[in-house]
C-alpha cells in the first residue's frame, strides 16, 4: 500500500527537528507544505521538489500531495510544531480515507509551539494546562471564549496560539480580560515570538502588562496559575514537589 507521511517540523530549524522527521523527509520525493513552512526548510533539502500554497488551501494541499503519491512518488506534507496539534494531521487522513483508500497515512509528531514556549521560558507547563488558539477561522469566536473562561475557571495554565493577526486585533485583549476574572493582575505571563527560529525573543510579564508587548501570528502566549511565579527571570509552575530547602 502506498504511503505518505505528515511530519511535524518543530519550530523550524534543523537542531530541533527529530530524526525520525529527518529521516522521513531526507526519504521523500516531494515535499509539500504552506509556503512559510517550506521556506523554513529548503535550505536542509535541496534536492527535494517542493509544492505549497498559502493560508485556508488546507484541502487543496492534501489533494495535491495524495495525487504524488498515487503516482508513485514518495511524499511528505508538513507542518510546523507538531503535525497533529493545529497541524495536518486530521485534513489529512479525512481527505485520504474518503477520496484515497489506497493510501497509508503516517503521522510523525514533532516539538509543539507549546514545549518549545515552555523551554525557553523555564517550567510553565510542569502541571496542568490548555492550549486554545483564537483563530476563528474555523471555529466561532464564542465557542473560543467559552473555553478561555472555562480553563481559567479551573486553574489550568493556559497557553494561547495565533493570539494577533492583521484582522483579529482585539481578540487577545477580550481573552486577557476573561482570564483576569479568575487570575491576579500580576500572573506571571510569557510571551515567545518565533521560538527556536534564528529571531527567536522571549518576555517575562504579568498578566496586567502583557498587551504592551509585541504579539502576533509568530507569538506563544503562556499565563500561568494561580501558583506560578517568576524566579531568576523565568517562569515555575510546580507541580508539588517538597523541596527541602536546609
Partial sequence: MPKIFVVGLGPGNAMEMTPRAKKALEGSDVIVGYTAYIELIKKYFPDKQFMYSGMKKEIERCKMALDKSAEGFKVSVVSSGDSGIYGMAGILIEVANRQYPGINVEVIPGITAASAAAAI?????????????????MTPWEIIEKRIELAASADFVICIY????????????????????????DTPVGIVRNG?????????????MMLENKIDMFTVLIAGNSSTYIENDRIITPRGYRINED
Avoid: C, M
Avoid at 495565533?162 to 487570575?183: E, F, G, Q, T, V
Avoid at 529571531?199 to 496586567?208: C, G, K
Fill in 196 to 208: 527556536g527560529r534564528h529571531d527567536e525573543s522571549a518576555v517575562v510579564t504579568s498578566l496586567d
Fill in 121 to 137: 521560558l523555564g517550567a510553565p507547563l510542569t502541571h496542568d494546562f490548555a492550549v486554545i488558539s483564537l483563530s476563528d477561522l
Fill in 162 to 185: 495565533n493570539p494577533r493577526s492583521k484582522k483579529r486585533i482585539r481578540h487577545i485583549d477580550k481573552a486577557r480580560d476573561i482570564i483576569l476574572k479568575y487570575r491576579k493582575p
